[in-house]
Protein backbone atom coordinates (compact mmCIF):
# COMPACT_ATOMS: atom_id res chain seq x y z
CA UNK A 1 0.00 0.00 0.00
CA UNK A 2 1.49 3.28 -0.83
CA UNK A 3 2.09 5.50 2.21
CA UNK A 4 -0.79 8.39 3.11
CA UNK A 5 -0.48 11.72 1.42
CA UNK A 6 -1.49 13.38 5.11
CA UNK A 7 -1.22 11.64 8.51
CA UNK A 8 -2.43 13.24 11.56
CA UNK A 9 -0.72 12.05 14.91
CA UNK A 10 -2.63 13.18 18.26
CA UNK A 11 -3.69 16.62 17.12
CA UNK A 12 -5.39 18.84 19.00
CA UNK A 13 -7.00 22.62 18.47
CA UNK A 14 -8.15 24.92 20.74
CA UNK A 15 -9.59 27.94 19.97
CA UNK A 16 -8.47 31.24 22.22
CA UNK A 17 -10.78 34.01 22.65
CA UNK A 18 -9.46 37.27 24.38
CA UNK A 19 -12.85 38.30 26.21
CA UNK A 20 -10.90 41.39 28.12
CA UNK A 21 -7.52 42.48 29.19
CA UNK A 22 -5.90 39.65 30.63
CA UNK A 23 -8.81 36.95 30.46
CA UNK A 24 -9.12 34.27 27.76
CA UNK A 25 -12.07 31.96 26.89
CA UNK A 26 -10.67 28.59 25.86
CA UNK A 27 -12.59 25.88 23.36
CA UNK A 28 -10.84 22.64 22.75
CA UNK A 29 -12.08 22.15 19.29
CA UNK A 30 -10.29 18.74 18.46
CA UNK A 31 -8.81 16.66 21.22
CA UNK A 32 -6.29 13.02 19.80
CA UNK A 33 -7.03 13.03 16.53
CA UNK A 34 -5.41 10.14 14.52
CA UNK A 35 -6.14 10.12 10.62
CA UNK A 36 -4.36 8.86 7.62
CA UNK A 37 -5.53 9.90 4.28
CA UNK A 38 -4.44 8.01 1.50
CA UNK A 39 -3.96 8.36 -2.21
CA UNK A 40 -6.76 8.29 -4.30
CA UNK A 41 -9.53 7.79 -1.58
CA UNK A 42 -12.62 9.67 -0.73
CA UNK A 43 -12.96 10.38 2.64
CA UNK A 44 -16.40 11.82 4.25
CA UNK A 45 -16.12 13.45 7.74
CA UNK A 46 -19.40 13.23 9.57
CA UNK A 47 -20.82 14.82 12.54
CA UNK A 48 -23.16 17.10 14.01
CA UNK A 49 -22.80 21.29 14.30
CA UNK A 50 -20.12 22.35 16.20
CA UNK A 51 -18.66 18.98 16.34
CA UNK A 52 -15.17 20.41 15.02
CA UNK A 53 -15.32 18.93 11.63
CA UNK A 54 -14.83 22.34 9.98
CA UNK A 55 -12.03 22.74 12.10
CA UNK A 56 -10.69 19.68 11.00
CA UNK A 57 -11.16 20.70 7.71
CA UNK A 58 -9.05 23.76 8.34
CA UNK A 59 -6.17 21.93 10.36
CA UNK A 60 -6.01 20.10 6.96
CA UNK A 61 -5.99 22.77 5.20
CA UNK A 62 -2.85 24.45 7.24
CA UNK A 63 -4.57 27.64 7.62
CA UNK A 64 -5.02 26.44 11.64
CA UNK A 65 -1.78 24.81 12.92
CA UNK A 66 -2.67 22.45 15.57
CA UNK A 67 -1.78 22.97 19.46
CA UNK A 68 -0.47 19.46 20.21
CA UNK A 69 0.21 16.26 17.99
CA UNK A 70 1.37 16.56 14.65
CA UNK A 71 0.78 16.33 10.92
CA UNK A 72 2.84 14.68 8.04
CA UNK A 73 1.95 15.57 4.64
CA UNK A 74 3.21 14.15 1.49
CA UNK A 75 0.45 16.26 -0.80
CA UNK A 76 1.93 19.36 -2.14
CA UNK A 77 -1.17 21.27 -2.95
CA UNK A 78 -4.25 20.73 -0.34
CA UNK A 79 -7.04 22.93 -1.54
CA UNK A 80 -9.97 23.89 0.25
CA UNK A 81 -12.40 24.36 -1.40
CA UNK A 82 -14.70 27.64 -0.28
CA UNK A 83 -17.33 28.62 -2.62
CA UNK A 84 -17.26 32.65 -3.45
CA UNK A 85 -14.14 33.02 -1.94
CA UNK A 86 -12.93 36.67 -2.00
CA UNK A 87 -15.80 37.59 -4.42
CA UNK A 88 -15.77 41.35 -4.69
CA UNK A 89 -19.52 41.96 -5.14
CA UNK A 90 -18.61 45.27 -7.30
CA UNK A 91 -16.27 43.29 -9.88
CA UNK A 92 -17.91 41.28 -12.82
CA UNK A 93 -18.00 37.46 -12.48
CA UNK A 94 -15.57 37.14 -15.07
CA UNK A 95 -12.95 39.38 -12.87
CA UNK A 96 -14.39 37.07 -9.59
CA UNK A 97 -13.58 33.92 -11.24
CA UNK A 98 -9.96 34.92 -11.96
CA UNK A 99 -9.58 36.28 -8.35
CA UNK A 100 -11.08 33.09 -7.35
CA UNK A 101 -9.23 30.90 -8.73
CA UNK A 102 -6.02 32.25 -8.12
CA UNK A 103 -6.91 32.42 -3.99
CA UNK A 104 -7.94 28.89 -4.34
CA UNK A 105 -4.42 28.04 -5.80
CA UNK A 106 -4.01 28.77 -9.59
CA UNK A 107 -1.45 30.74 -11.69
CA UNK A 108 -2.68 33.76 -13.80
CA UNK A 109 -1.87 31.62 -16.94
CA UNK A 110 -4.29 28.83 -15.32
CA UNK A 111 -6.87 31.09 -14.35
CA UNK A 112 -7.27 32.36 -17.43
CA UNK A 113 -7.64 29.26 -19.14
CA UNK A 114 -10.12 28.05 -17.19
CA UNK A 115 -12.45 30.57 -17.30
CA UNK A 116 -14.36 30.08 -20.06
CA UNK A 117 -15.06 26.45 -18.51
CA UNK A 118 -15.84 28.16 -15.71
CA UNK A 119 -18.29 30.85 -17.05
CA UNK A 120 -19.73 27.94 -19.61
CA UNK A 121 -20.58 25.46 -16.31
CA UNK A 122 -22.29 28.37 -14.79
CA UNK A 123 -24.56 29.15 -17.05
CA UNK A 124 -24.59 32.77 -16.30
CA UNK A 125 -24.61 33.91 -20.10
CA UNK A 126 -24.21 37.36 -20.50
CA UNK A 127 -24.22 38.09 -17.17
CA UNK A 128 -20.91 37.33 -16.75
CA UNK A 129 -19.73 40.99 -17.35
CA UNK A 130 -21.75 42.25 -15.35
CA UNK A 131 -21.17 42.79 -11.47
CA UNK A 132 -21.68 40.37 -8.89
CA UNK A 133 -24.07 42.53 -6.88
CA UNK A 134 -26.73 42.59 -9.33
CA UNK A 135 -26.71 38.25 -9.13
CA UNK A 136 -29.30 36.62 -7.37
CA UNK A 137 -28.41 34.17 -4.77
CA UNK A 138 -28.62 31.18 -6.62
CA UNK A 139 -26.32 32.70 -9.53
CA UNK A 140 -23.67 33.48 -7.21
CA UNK A 141 -23.38 30.02 -5.53
CA UNK A 142 -23.41 28.87 -9.31
CA UNK A 143 -20.64 30.60 -10.24
CA UNK A 144 -18.60 30.15 -6.49
CA UNK A 145 -19.20 26.29 -7.20
CA UNK A 146 -17.76 26.20 -10.88
CA UNK A 147 -14.65 28.44 -9.89
CA UNK A 148 -14.58 25.67 -7.06
CA UNK A 149 -14.92 22.62 -8.88
CA UNK A 150 -12.55 23.39 -11.47
CA UNK A 151 -9.46 23.62 -8.93
CA UNK A 152 -6.71 21.33 -9.33
CA UNK A 153 -5.06 19.91 -6.16
CA UNK A 154 -3.17 16.79 -4.89
CA UNK A 155 -6.05 16.44 -2.05
CA UNK A 156 -9.14 18.71 -2.22
CA UNK A 157 -11.39 19.65 1.14
CA UNK A 158 -14.95 20.10 0.58
CA UNK A 159 -17.13 21.42 3.20
CA UNK A 160 -20.53 20.85 3.01
CA UNK A 161 -23.46 22.87 0.60
CA UNK A 162 -22.21 20.75 -2.28
CA UNK A 163 -25.36 21.32 -4.34
CA UNK A 164 -26.44 24.50 -5.39
CA UNK A 165 -28.80 26.49 -7.41
CA UNK A 166 -32.07 25.01 -8.53
CA UNK A 167 -33.17 21.41 -9.07
CA UNK A 168 -31.41 21.37 -12.16
CA UNK A 169 -28.13 22.90 -11.44
CA UNK A 170 -28.19 20.72 -8.11
CA UNK A 171 -28.41 17.67 -10.67
CA UNK A 172 -25.41 18.83 -12.57
CA UNK A 173 -23.48 19.76 -9.96
CA UNK A 174 -24.11 16.54 -8.08
CA UNK A 175 -22.91 14.93 -10.87
CA UNK A 176 -19.93 16.73 -11.60
CA UNK A 177 -18.65 16.44 -7.80
CA UNK A 178 -19.40 12.62 -8.76
CA UNK A 179 -17.29 12.61 -11.66
CA UNK A 180 -14.22 13.94 -9.64
CA UNK A 181 -14.54 12.57 -6.75
CA UNK A 182 -14.51 8.65 -8.49
CA UNK A 183 -11.90 9.72 -10.23
CA UNK A 184 -8.16 9.09 -8.76
CA UNK A 185 -8.15 12.54 -7.10
CA UNK A 186 -8.11 12.48 -3.39
CA UNK A 187 -11.26 13.63 -1.68
CA UNK A 188 -12.01 14.95 1.85
CA UNK A 189 -16.06 15.67 2.26
CA UNK A 190 -17.39 17.39 5.19
CA UNK A 191 -21.38 17.01 5.62
CA UNK A 192 -23.85 16.42 8.36
CA UNK A 193 -25.88 14.24 5.43
CA UNK A 194 -25.82 10.32 5.45
CA UNK A 195 -26.94 9.99 2.56
CA UNK A 196 -24.63 12.42 0.78
CA UNK A 197 -21.19 10.45 2.64
CA UNK A 198 -23.02 7.23 1.24
CA UNK A 199 -23.33 8.23 -2.12
CA UNK A 200 -19.77 9.29 -2.62
CA UNK A 201 -17.32 8.59 -0.01
CA UNK A 202 -15.29 4.81 0.58
CA UNK A 203 -14.51 5.30 4.28
CA UNK A 204 -15.93 7.58 6.47
CA UNK A 205 -15.36 9.11 10.02
CA UNK A 206 -17.46 10.36 12.83
CA UNK A 207 -16.52 12.84 14.94
CA UNK A 208 -18.39 14.35 18.27
CA UNK A 209 -16.87 16.92 20.47
CA UNK A 210 -13.49 17.15 18.79
CA UNK A 211 -13.16 13.55 18.89
CA UNK A 212 -13.51 10.28 16.76
CA UNK A 213 -16.23 8.46 17.44
CA UNK A 214 -15.87 5.94 14.96
CA UNK A 215 -13.96 5.16 11.70
CA UNK A 216 -14.26 2.54 8.88
CA UNK A 217 -16.74 1.67 6.09
CA UNK A 218 -19.32 4.51 5.25
CA UNK A 219 -22.43 2.39 5.59
CA UNK A 220 -21.38 1.42 9.17
CA UNK A 221 -20.31 4.45 10.00
CA UNK A 222 -23.42 6.65 8.90
CA UNK A 223 -25.94 4.10 10.37
CA UNK A 224 -24.38 4.73 13.82
CA UNK A 225 -24.44 8.30 13.24
CA UNK A 226 -28.22 8.14 12.22
CA UNK A 227 -29.21 6.15 14.99
CA UNK A 228 -27.34 8.16 18.03
CA UNK A 229 -28.79 11.50 16.64
CA UNK A 230 -32.51 10.03 16.60
CA UNK A 231 -32.06 8.76 19.72
CA UNK A 232 -31.06 12.14 21.12
CA UNK A 233 -34.19 13.57 20.01
CA UNK B 1 10.30 18.27 1.73
CA UNK B 2 10.77 17.18 -1.60
CA UNK B 3 13.66 16.46 -4.08
CA UNK B 4 12.49 19.87 -6.00
CA UNK B 5 11.76 21.69 -3.57
CA UNK B 6 13.59 24.98 -5.19
CA UNK B 7 11.17 24.85 -8.13
CA UNK B 8 8.42 24.78 -5.49
CA UNK B 9 9.82 27.83 -3.61
CA UNK B 10 10.20 29.46 -6.74
CA UNK B 11 6.91 29.01 -7.93
CA UNK B 12 5.16 29.56 -4.58
CA UNK B 13 7.50 33.12 -4.58
CA UNK B 14 6.19 33.94 -8.38
CA UNK B 15 2.48 32.95 -7.33
CA UNK B 16 2.38 35.14 -4.19
CA UNK B 17 3.59 38.25 -6.34
CA UNK B 18 0.86 37.58 -9.24
CA UNK B 19 -2.04 37.90 -6.72
CA UNK B 20 -0.71 40.99 -4.80
CA UNK B 21 -0.60 42.32 -8.33
CA UNK B 22 -3.84 40.87 -9.35
CA UNK B 23 -5.32 41.77 -6.44
CA UNK B 24 -4.08 45.57 -6.79
CA UNK B 25 -5.62 46.13 -10.01
CA UNK B 26 -9.21 44.20 -9.38
CA UNK B 27 -9.33 46.45 -6.11
CA UNK B 28 -8.47 49.65 -7.97
CA UNK B 29 -11.20 48.10 -10.81
CA UNK B 30 -13.14 47.48 -7.55
CA UNK B 31 -13.31 51.29 -6.04
CA UNK B 32 -13.51 53.20 -9.54
CA UNK B 33 -17.31 51.08 -9.91
CA UNK B 34 -18.12 53.04 -7.18
CA UNK B 35 -18.62 56.74 -7.89
CA UNK B 36 -19.80 57.92 -11.47
CA UNK B 37 -16.44 59.29 -12.43
CA UNK B 38 -14.37 56.19 -11.55
CA UNK B 39 -11.11 56.82 -12.64
CA UNK B 40 -11.39 60.86 -13.04
CA UNK B 41 -11.16 60.59 -8.96
CA UNK B 42 -7.36 59.32 -9.21
CA UNK B 43 -6.81 63.02 -11.12
CA UNK B 44 -9.72 65.02 -9.44
CA UNK B 45 -9.50 64.60 -6.07
CA UNK B 46 -5.60 65.58 -5.46
CA UNK B 47 -6.29 68.45 -7.81
CA UNK B 48 -8.66 69.72 -5.73
CA UNK B 49 -6.42 69.41 -2.56
CA UNK B 50 -3.69 71.07 -4.13
CA UNK B 51 -6.00 73.64 -5.31
CA UNK B 52 -6.91 74.19 -1.80
CA UNK B 53 -3.27 74.95 -0.75
CA UNK B 54 -3.36 77.31 -3.62
CA UNK B 55 -6.05 79.18 -3.10
CA UNK B 56 -5.67 79.66 0.98
CA UNK B 57 -2.16 80.52 0.74
CA UNK B 58 -1.37 82.42 -2.26
CA UNK B 59 -4.71 84.28 -3.18
CA UNK B 60 -6.44 85.08 0.25
CA UNK B 61 -3.28 84.67 3.17
CA UNK B 62 -0.51 85.55 0.75
CA UNK B 63 2.14 84.33 3.26
CA UNK B 64 5.28 82.77 3.97
CA UNK B 65 6.65 84.68 0.26
CA UNK B 66 6.32 83.40 -3.06
CA UNK B 67 7.30 80.11 -2.97
CA UNK B 68 5.41 79.08 0.07
CA UNK B 69 2.85 76.87 -2.28
CA UNK B 70 5.34 74.81 -3.93
CA UNK B 71 7.14 74.47 -0.76
CA UNK B 72 4.07 73.24 0.96
CA UNK B 73 3.06 71.03 -1.84
CA UNK B 74 7.04 69.63 -1.80
CA UNK B 75 6.12 68.79 1.92
CA UNK B 76 2.61 67.76 2.10
CA UNK B 77 2.95 65.56 -1.31
CA UNK B 78 5.44 63.04 -0.19
CA UNK B 79 3.84 63.09 3.45
CA UNK B 80 0.25 62.16 2.14
CA UNK B 81 1.20 59.47 0.38
CA UNK B 82 3.49 58.30 3.79
CA UNK B 83 0.47 58.67 6.12
CA UNK B 84 -2.17 56.97 3.90
CA UNK B 85 -0.22 54.11 3.43
CA UNK B 86 1.18 53.79 7.07
CA UNK B 87 -2.68 53.86 8.31
CA UNK B 88 -4.31 52.16 5.94
CA UNK B 89 -2.01 49.01 6.06
CA UNK B 90 -2.20 48.85 9.73
CA UNK B 91 -5.80 47.52 9.82
CA UNK B 92 -5.01 45.19 6.70
CA UNK B 93 -4.53 41.71 8.68
CA UNK B 94 -7.32 42.39 11.01
CA UNK B 95 -9.33 43.20 8.03
CA UNK B 96 -8.10 40.26 5.72
CA UNK B 97 -9.76 37.98 8.27
CA UNK B 98 -12.33 36.77 5.67
CA UNK B 99 -9.44 35.12 3.52
CA UNK B 100 -7.35 34.42 6.17
CA UNK B 101 -10.30 31.91 7.54
CA UNK B 102 -10.48 30.41 4.38
CA UNK B 103 -7.17 29.90 2.30
CA UNK B 104 -3.20 30.09 3.48
CA UNK B 105 -1.76 33.19 2.45
CA UNK B 106 1.63 34.67 3.45
CA UNK B 107 0.80 37.66 6.38
CA UNK B 108 3.02 40.14 4.25
CA UNK B 109 0.21 40.20 0.91
CA UNK B 110 -2.10 42.31 3.30
CA UNK B 111 -0.26 45.40 3.46
CA UNK B 112 1.39 45.09 0.02
CA UNK B 113 -1.93 44.86 -1.47
CA UNK B 114 -2.83 48.31 0.40
CA UNK B 115 0.39 49.86 -0.44
CA UNK B 116 0.31 48.76 -4.41
CA UNK B 117 -2.88 50.46 -4.59
CA UNK B 118 -1.59 53.67 -3.05
CA UNK B 119 1.79 53.87 -5.24
CA UNK B 120 -0.23 53.39 -8.24
CA UNK B 121 -2.56 56.41 -7.39
CA UNK B 122 0.33 58.53 -6.06
CA UNK B 123 1.61 58.08 -9.66
CA UNK B 124 -0.63 60.84 -11.14
CA UNK B 125 -0.04 62.60 -7.61
CA UNK B 126 3.50 63.44 -8.57
CA UNK B 127 2.96 64.44 -11.99
CA UNK B 128 0.03 66.62 -10.79
CA UNK B 129 2.88 68.24 -8.51
CA UNK B 130 5.47 68.45 -11.27
CA UNK B 131 2.52 70.54 -13.46
CA UNK B 132 1.91 72.60 -10.55
CA UNK B 133 5.96 73.20 -10.17
CA UNK B 134 5.98 74.33 -13.90
CA UNK B 135 3.19 76.39 -13.24
CA UNK B 136 5.03 78.11 -10.64
CA UNK B 137 8.00 78.65 -13.03
CA UNK B 138 10.21 75.77 -11.69
CA UNK B 139 11.61 74.46 -15.20
CA UNK B 140 12.62 70.69 -15.08
CA UNK B 141 16.20 69.73 -15.65
CA UNK B 142 18.57 66.76 -15.69
CA UNK B 143 18.71 67.04 -11.51
CA UNK B 144 14.82 65.85 -11.52
CA UNK B 145 15.68 62.49 -12.38
CA UNK B 146 16.73 62.09 -8.79
CA UNK B 147 12.98 62.25 -7.87
CA UNK B 148 13.48 58.62 -9.20
CA UNK B 149 15.58 57.09 -6.37
CA UNK B 150 13.63 59.68 -4.20
CA UNK B 151 10.51 57.98 -4.69
CA UNK B 152 11.60 54.64 -4.54
CA UNK B 153 13.58 55.20 -1.05
CA UNK B 154 10.62 56.56 0.12
CA UNK B 155 8.47 53.24 -0.96
CA UNK B 156 11.27 51.27 0.66
CA UNK B 157 10.69 53.52 4.07
CA UNK B 158 6.84 52.90 3.59
CA UNK B 159 6.76 48.93 2.90
CA UNK B 160 8.86 48.87 6.43
CA UNK B 161 6.85 50.88 8.61
CA UNK B 162 3.81 49.09 6.96
CA UNK B 163 5.13 45.58 7.72
CA UNK B 164 5.48 46.64 11.36
CA UNK B 165 2.10 48.32 11.98
CA UNK B 166 0.30 45.07 10.48
CA UNK B 167 2.24 43.19 12.12
CA UNK B 168 1.62 45.01 15.74
CA UNK B 169 -1.98 46.23 15.71
CA UNK B 170 -3.89 42.54 15.88
CA UNK B 171 -1.95 42.10 18.69
CA UNK B 172 -3.87 44.95 20.28
CA UNK B 173 -6.56 46.46 18.22
CA UNK B 174 -6.02 49.91 20.56
CA UNK B 175 -2.70 50.30 18.96
CA UNK B 176 -4.55 51.64 15.99
CA UNK B 177 -5.15 55.07 17.76
CA UNK B 178 -1.39 55.03 18.77
CA UNK B 179 -0.58 54.79 15.55
CA UNK B 180 -2.94 57.82 14.46
CA UNK B 181 -1.73 59.83 17.12
CA UNK B 182 2.20 59.03 16.36
CA UNK B 183 1.37 59.92 12.58
CA UNK B 184 0.38 63.80 13.52
CA UNK B 185 3.36 64.19 15.89
CA UNK B 186 5.29 62.87 12.95
CA UNK B 187 3.85 65.04 10.60
CA UNK B 188 4.47 68.53 12.75
CA UNK B 189 8.00 66.96 13.07
CA UNK B 190 8.73 66.43 9.20
CA UNK B 191 8.95 70.12 8.53
CA UNK B 192 5.91 70.40 5.79
CA UNK B 193 4.72 73.89 6.78
CA UNK B 194 8.47 75.58 8.06
CA UNK B 195 11.98 75.33 6.59
CA UNK B 196 13.92 73.31 9.20
CA UNK B 197 17.09 76.03 8.34
CA UNK B 198 15.19 78.76 9.16
CA UNK B 199 12.93 77.37 12.47
CA UNK B 200 14.97 74.80 13.88
CA UNK B 201 17.89 75.80 16.90
CA UNK B 202 21.39 74.49 14.70
CA UNK B 203 21.93 71.97 17.27
CA UNK B 204 18.63 70.64 16.95
CA UNK B 205 18.95 69.96 13.14
CA UNK B 206 20.55 66.74 13.34
CA UNK B 207 17.82 65.10 15.39
CA UNK B 208 15.09 66.69 12.89
CA UNK B 209 17.12 64.89 10.01
CA UNK B 210 16.90 61.49 11.67
CA UNK B 211 13.37 61.81 11.09
CA UNK B 212 13.19 59.81 7.80
CA UNK B 213 10.10 61.43 6.33
CA UNK B 214 11.81 64.85 7.42
CA UNK B 215 14.95 63.47 5.92
CA UNK B 216 13.39 62.78 2.56
CA UNK B 217 10.88 65.96 2.26
CA UNK B 218 14.25 68.34 2.57
CA UNK B 219 15.88 66.24 -0.67
CA UNK B 220 12.54 66.13 -2.41
CA UNK B 221 13.22 70.37 -2.06
CA UNK B 222 16.45 70.11 -2.74
CA UNK B 223 15.81 68.71 -6.22
CA UNK B 224 12.54 69.93 -7.28
CA UNK B 225 13.03 73.60 -5.64
CA UNK B 226 16.73 73.93 -5.77
CA UNK B 227 17.75 71.74 -8.73
CA UNK B 228 20.14 70.21 -6.77
CA UNK B 229 21.60 66.85 -5.63
CA UNK B 230 19.59 65.42 -2.88
CA UNK B 231 21.10 64.22 0.56
CA UNK B 232 22.32 60.83 -1.62
CA UNK B 233 24.15 59.37 2.03
CA UNK B 234 20.97 59.73 3.69
CA UNK B 235 19.29 58.35 1.06
CA UNK B 236 21.26 55.27 1.42
CA UNK B 237 20.94 55.00 4.55
CA UNK B 238 17.34 54.99 5.06
CA UNK B 239 17.22 52.53 2.05
CA UNK B 240 19.33 50.27 3.19
CA UNK B 241 17.77 50.35 6.90
CA UNK B 242 13.87 50.04 5.11
CA UNK B 243 15.61 46.88 3.22
CA UNK B 244 16.75 45.44 6.67
CA UNK B 245 14.20 46.01 8.75
CA UNK B 246 11.16 44.58 6.15
CA UNK B 247 13.69 41.58 6.14
CA UNK B 248 13.31 41.06 9.63
CA UNK B 249 9.54 41.67 9.58
CA UNK B 250 8.54 39.61 6.99
CA UNK B 251 10.27 36.66 9.10
CA UNK B 252 8.43 37.97 11.89
CA UNK B 253 5.42 37.55 10.20
CA UNK B 254 6.37 34.18 8.87
CA UNK B 255 7.25 33.11 12.37
CA UNK B 256 4.43 34.31 14.07
CA UNK B 257 1.84 33.33 10.87
CA UNK B 258 0.14 31.09 12.99
CA UNK B 259 -0.56 33.53 16.12
CA UNK B 260 -1.59 36.35 13.58
CA UNK B 261 -3.71 34.25 12.17
CA UNK B 262 -5.68 33.17 15.47
CA UNK B 263 -5.72 36.74 16.36
CA UNK B 264 -7.22 38.08 13.02
CA UNK B 265 -9.72 35.84 13.56
CA UNK B 266 -10.96 36.91 16.99
Not at chain 1, 148 to 154: E, F, H
Not at chain 2, 164 to 185: E, K
Not at chain 2, 218 to 239: C, F, Q
Not at chain 2, 250 to 258: L, V
Request: overall charge positive; charged content about 20%.
Amino acid sequence: MSSPLISLTDVGFTYRTLSGLFSIEKYQALKSINLDINPGETLGIIGSNGSGKSTLLKVLARIYKPDEGKIEYRAKKISLLSLALGFDARLSGFDNAILSSMLLGATLKEAKERVSGILDFSELGEFTSHPVRTYSSGMRARLGFSVALNMKADVLLIDEALAVGDAKFKAKSEKAIVERVTSSQTVILVSHSGAQINRLCDRAVWIEKGEIVFSGETEVVTKMYAEASTKKH
Amino acid sequence: MTENSETQVFQNVFRFWQLVFIKVRFNLRSEATQSYLSYAWWILEPLMQMGVYYIVFDIFLRRGGEDFVPFLLCGIVPWLWFARSVNNSSRSIVQGRGLISQTYLPKPFFPLVVIGQDLVKQHVVFLLLIGFLFYYGYVPSAEWLWLIPIVITQLLLIVAVAFLVSFIVPFARDLQYLINAGLMMMMFGSGIFYSYESVLLPEHREIFLMNPMANLIVSYRMVLMDGTEPLTNSLAVIASVSILFTFLMSKAMKRHNNTLTRLALE
